[in-house]
């Protein structure tokens, strides 16, 4: 079974995980990673759960002012993906990228309409934010490959030497930049003509909202949860391949669900909250690294009597506290270890499940636009995103990692006593 998935399977999940699109995608999503944090703690202070002091901000006019920067980071995040996207492309295409993320949001702003209401000349947040997430990623890929043609057929206007840099580069988008531009007026001109809505509009309900409903439903979720470990017993960095293909929808149901929160909604499913949201797969089904390998940890550290297993616990708490588990993964070892993969790919969907029933019923809040950065450690990070029901979701998370893991590391532990007493002897 090992043998056909490393010959069979695993070259073809490689291509797919090293292709142009995915890696850009992938890339580009990471572009908004900062605008996401930055712009979650200032939506924390706008709306900080204690309630007294939340009111004494808003009564001397710091909420306001909190929340202005706040959307600023938030609702351009269809831009920043669009712009990056391309530009990670053309970069991995070897060609100069700058030109291609311009190029880009050009297009994308030609394909959303510059009016709200009757008013005239402004750009509509909503399509430069969450619902345009889709069409951005979509937009970001097709204007790269269009531009990589272009470089790869020399389709280009080539200045002579000595001409600046800069310039030089300006005159080389120029006609790849004719072609995608052209396609957004063609795009744009289509929908508002023919279809009487927008391209944006279009994909949102067509594609976003139904992949929003996949993979947020119950086995989209222990999908995830499923795939994440799966690939990394293999080696693949399985957060990487699966964040990088679901990074768009997770970053759009996140959005708009503080857009619910804005407002003045209250964030459940019956108002159309999202489960899947960005923090769902950081903060609960990969917490503490994928696999969830806090519980291998803890259980060397609680039960190993190992020379190996009692130093590699010890060596691993720091970074399994804020969240880096490869000492774990590869010293244990997991990848590539049969009888660690019971616990390393069922652990984590049974976090899913516990995690999914306990928000569907509301138990534990959903997630609105608060944050934290991946390496904040569990429990702390639980209390800032969703307060203190998901601190102790967490904290039951950690329970059933150990408890998961626990016999499984006891076994090994076993061996490698036997193995250091024979080595001894």
Do not use: C
């Amino acid at each position: 079974m090992k043998e056909m998935f490393q010959e069979k399977v695993l070259p073809k999940v490689m291509d797919f995980v090293t292709s142009r699109p995915v890696s850009a995608v992938k890339d580009g999503m990471i572009a908004t990673m900062s605008l996401t944090i930055i712009g979650s703690v200032f939506l924390l202070l706008g709306q900080l759960p204690y309630a007294p002091l939340a009111n004494w901000i808003a009564e001397i006019g710091l909420m306001s002012l909190f929340l202005q920067t706040y959307r600023a980071a938030f609702n351009i995040l269809a831009m920043v993906a669009v712009f990056s996207i391309a530009y990670s492309y053309v970069k991995h295409a070897g060609y100069e990228p700058l030109g291609a993320g311009i190029l880009s949001l050009v297009a994308y702003l030609a394909v959303i309409p510059h009016s709200v209401g009757e008013t005239g000349g402004v750009l509509p947040m909503d399509y430069l934010g969450s619902r345009g997430m889709v069409a951005a990623i979509i937009m970001g890929l097709v204007a790269g490959k269009i531009y990589t043609i272009f470089m790869e057929k020399g389709i280009v206007i080539k200045m002579p030497a000595g001409v600046p840099q800069g310039v030089a580069d300006a005159f080389t988008a120029l006609i790849p930049g004719v072609f995608i531009v052209s396609g957004g007026f063609a795009i744009y001109s289509f929908f508002h003509v023919v279809l009487d809505t927008t391209f944006v509009d279009f994909i949102y309900t067509v594609v976003q909202t139904p992949l929003s409903g996949l993979t947020g439903s119950f086995w989209g979720v222990v999908a995830i949860g499923f795939l994440v470990p799966f690939l990394w017993w293999f080696g693949i960095h399985g957060n990487s391949v699966v964040g990088g293909v679901m990074s768009g929808i997770w970053l759009g149901n996140m959005t708009a669900n503080q857009a619910l929160v804005d407002s003045g909604v209250e964030l459940t499913i019956a108002n159309g909250g999202h489960i899947a949201a960005t923090q769902f797969n950081a903060l609960l089904i990969t917490m503490t690294g994928s696999g969830i390998t806090i519980g291998v940890v803890i259980a060397m550290l609680i039960g190993a009597k190992s020379k190996q297993f009692k130093e590699l616990g010890k060596l691993a708490l720091g970074s399994a506290i804020f969240n880096i588990n490869e000492p774990i993964i590869f010293g244990t070892p997991i990848v590539l270890n049969p009888f660690m993969l019971i616990p390393f790919v069922g652990v984590p969907v049974v976090v899913s499940i516990v995690s999914y029933l306990a928000m569907s019923t509301g138990l534990v809040p959903l997630f609105s636009g608060i944050n934290p950065p991946w390496t904040t450690p569990p429990i702390i990070s639980g209390f800032i995103a969703g307060g203190w029901r998901m601190a102790v979701l967490q904290a039951v998370i950690i329970v059933i990692s150990v408890v998961g893991y626990y016999p499984f590391v006891m076994k090994l532990d076993k061996d490698n006593v036997a193995a250091e007493e024979a080595a001894a002897e």
